[in-house]
DNA sequence: GCTAAATGTTGAT
DNA sequence: TCAACCTTTAGCT
């Protein structure tokens, strides 16, 4: 359940885990057992993550997972548990430090072994992801800011943003005072470079903590420590409840195929 | 204990 | 526009 946040803590768990050290692979469902013998036996020599696809080198050949909505990985040292449920792709290695390392891939859309050339093409039909260095966030503006769609659709658009889901969609524009049903042409520059900064500060906070959370901290509970769960977000998953800077009940709505949240009153039109 | 919904995308209709 | 993927969790009873 996975928005880009977490596909980058994937990353950093393989690389930390396997890298430089023989991997051992396996499909224990069986449906990977192909893909998973042309990477047995060989070294992890790069991760990498683009929005919410992962991907891990084992020489030429290129692992390729993306999540879906309920794919998951599952890290740990020492011996791996026994399989239970549908394990997609386990991988085994001694671990940094000998001590021993496994991971276990679930339920994921995609999980495929690419070649260089079909890297570069998922590369090249991926937008701005705001956790890379080489984001081009005036790329993403172009497509935004000649379009009729919406620009809670846009969002949405892995071509355009990559890595942004219905969690980072829904905070980010409430934290932008816009209403998603705004067409993208009149999204202004200045407006567009408020809301790009924003997904890369939320998103990286999201990958230091492991969680989603986009509330201001003078907005939450003067404890210390993390938000509690339900102070984690402005408008996700808060259908009914009072907006945390007016009061207005935050409404939900179908839109392109997912729910979307708002406050009507701070994300007027 | 059961059901519905979920941080997503693809491919069929 | 909708089913499929196939797991976890929230919210009921």
Redesign the pocket.
């Known amino acids: 359940?996975?928005?880009g946040h977490?596909v980058r803590r994937h990353a950093d768990e393989v690389r930390r885990r396997f890298a430089g050290l023989p991997v051992a692979a396996s499909s224990p469902q069986g449906?990977f057992a192909a893909g998973a013998a042309l990477l047995d036996g060989r070294p992890v020599s790069s991760t990498d993550a683009h929005?919410?696809h992962l991907l891990v080198g084992f020489g030429e050949r290129v692992l390729h997972v993306?999540?879906?909505?309920?794919g998951?990985w599952t890290f740990g040292e020492g011996d791996p548990p026994e399989v239970r449920?549908?394990v997609r792709l386990r991988l085994t290695g001694p671990g940094p430090g000998g001590e021993g390392a496994w991971a276990d891939l679930?339920?994921a859309?995609?999980c495929e072994v690419l070649a260089a050339h079909e890297v570069a093409a998922l590369h090249g039909r991926l937008g701005a992801d705001p956790l890379r260095a080489d984001a081009d966030p005036d790329a993403a503006y172009a497509v935004v800011s000649r379009s009729r769609t919406p620009l809670g659709a846009l969002l949405?658009r892995?071509d355009v943003v990559a890595g942004?889901?219905?969690?980072y969609r829904a905070e980010a524009l409430f934290r932008a005072g816009i209403d998603p049903h705004r067409p993208g042409r009149d999204v202004g520059a200045s407006q567009w470079a408020a809301l790009w900064d924003d997904l890369v500060l939320l998103l990286r906070a999201g990958v230091r903590s492991g969680r989603?959370v986009t509330t201001e901290r003078e907005d939450r509970d003067r404890r210390t420590g993390p938000a509690r769960?339900e102070d984690a977000h402005y408008v996700?998953?808060r259908t009914g409840l009072p907006c945390r800077r007016c009061a207005t009940p935050v409404v939900a709505e179908p839109f392109v195929?997912?729910?979307l949240y708002r406050c009507p009153t701070c994300q007027a039109a």
Request: no cysteine; aromatic share 6%.
């Open positions: 359940m996975p928005e977490s449906r929005g919410k993306h999540l879906g909505l309920y998951g449920g549908q679930r339920a859309t995609a949405m892995q942004v889901g219905n969690v989603i769960r996700y998953k195929a997912r729910t």
